[in-house]
């Protein structure tokens, strides 16, 4: 599906010149010449991205930008402008701004800008289209203990209406427990807003959480209705509270305790029916001794308290984790999914992680793009972590699936131990799919072909789960059917 653009510009030459260029690489294109009009055409059609004019004849492109914040109207906007100045540039991000463009401009900018854009937006939506396939429990990847009980808390919390403070270190996936408290909610079905209140300035923090009325402060030109507001019946999630200054933190409690705010500027008091999730990865009790957070906060937030793992400790979710991501990863490129052979999972979970699940993210695109491959191999990992060293005790001859457990973690064996048939058996079987994976560069139909077997059987049950996130992958790529 292409992008649709919509081109706001009151030149008719830039309109003219945009439209040919964006539809030239095959986006859908809409032009119009006037601020009020675009909030027409936005209001009424599906638009993914806008070009606008920051100098407009009547309504100008931010008072655009402010409109479309005030009517919850989220659409990722270049603005484009002669007269670019950081003030401004912060002034526009502020307001939801996606980038800044100087006239005259360059087509091979706007070009590189859309391609990067229109990749993202891709990413977004395979992420979304796999939330929907597998439920939470597809996002959470992981079968450690670790990971099993913290489902557990989950489902015990989601359904009351306890506060919940979420803590974990950055990239633990603290923002996935929250959706997943959300959605097992009886609120599930109202708005879930998000709040970053370390990428708030502190001077506008107020007025994002609480509003503000027309006249409070320089720059208020109309009434902004405040993310609590908005979250009204539904939930918002509080991340990185940690970061909220003290000032903050004591109007927040004041809100939480009456469940009621007041407009920065305002002189009514609104009623809310808001839960409260809140995540930081600061250890608060730490914060409340040096004097930077409130111990009274820290208990209206955390009548329930749960803390996502980090990755090191639950390292058997690796390979889990990492053929989720190599599956999600080649439908959003557009290819073959890779193997991560046994070497290279074992290699992988030496690391200490300490970007945890967004690192290891992050290192399988790198590994998958740099590489040519079928197969991600040791060899590999070693470049994109060349501090690992390789250990004789995790080779490939000592790595199979349980046998026993039937769980979906991973036994080493000794062959020169005495071990059942049935372990030997399985051993044999690993080793024959994973020849005839790297033999077939990973085409399952092909792999079913020569082995005389059904495609389940080729791959998913045998050598998960260092592949089964990749099978899936891989069968909706080879168009040969599940």
Known sequence: ???????????????????????????????????????????????????????????????????????????????????????????????????????PLQPERVV?????????????????????????????????????????????????????????????????????????????????????????????????????????????????????????????????????????QAKLLRVLQQNELMRVGGTQTIRFDVRVISATNKELNAEISAGRFREDLYFRISVIPIEVPPLRNRLADLPLLAGHFLAQLAAAYGRRAKLLTPEAAQLLMQHHWPGNVRELRNIIERLMIMNDEPAITAEYVHQALPNLTSSPALSSASLAPAAVSGDHGYALLDTNSDFPLRDRLEKFEYDLLLKFFELTKGNVSEMARRLRTDRANAVCAPIAPICTASCSATTSNDNSGV
Do not use: W
């Open 1 to 103: 599906m292409p992008l649709h653009i919509l081109i706001v510009d009151d030149e008719p030459q830039i309109r003219n010149t945009l439209s040919g260029l964006l539809s030239d690489l095959g986006y859908a294109t809409l032009a119009c010449a006037s601020g009020e009009e675009a909030l027409e055409i936005i209001q009424q059609q599906s638009i993914d991205l806008i070009f606008l004019d920051l100098r407009l004849t009547g309504m100008s492109g931010m008072e655009v930008l402010q409109r479309m914040r005030d009517q919850n109207l989220v659409i990722p906007t270049f603005m484009i402008s002669a007269h670019a100045d950081i003030n401004l540039a912060v002034q526009a991000t502020r307001l939801g701004a996606y980038n800044l463009l100087e006239k």
């Open 112 to 248: 590189l800008e859309v391609k990067h854009f229109a990749e993202r937006m891709a990413l977004e939506r395979e992420r979304d289209t796999l939330r929907q396939r597998a439920g939470v429990s597809e996002e959470m990847i992981g079968e450690s203990p670790a990971m099993i009980e913290l489902r557990k808390a989950i489902s015990k919390a989601a359904p009351s209406e306890a506060r919940v403070l979420i803590t974990g270190e950055n990239g633990t996936g603290k923002e996935l427990v929250a959706e997943a408290l959300h959605r097992q909610s009886l609120r599930k079905d109202k708005p879930f807003v998000r709040v970053n209140c370390a990428a708030i300035p502190r001077e506008l923090i107020e007025s994002e959480l609480f509003g503000h009325e027309k006249g409070a402060f320089t720059g208020a030109t109309r009434r902004k209705i405040g993310l609590i507001e908005q979250a009204n019946g539904g939930t918002i999630f509080l991340d990185e509270i940690g970061d909220m200054s003290l000032d903050t």
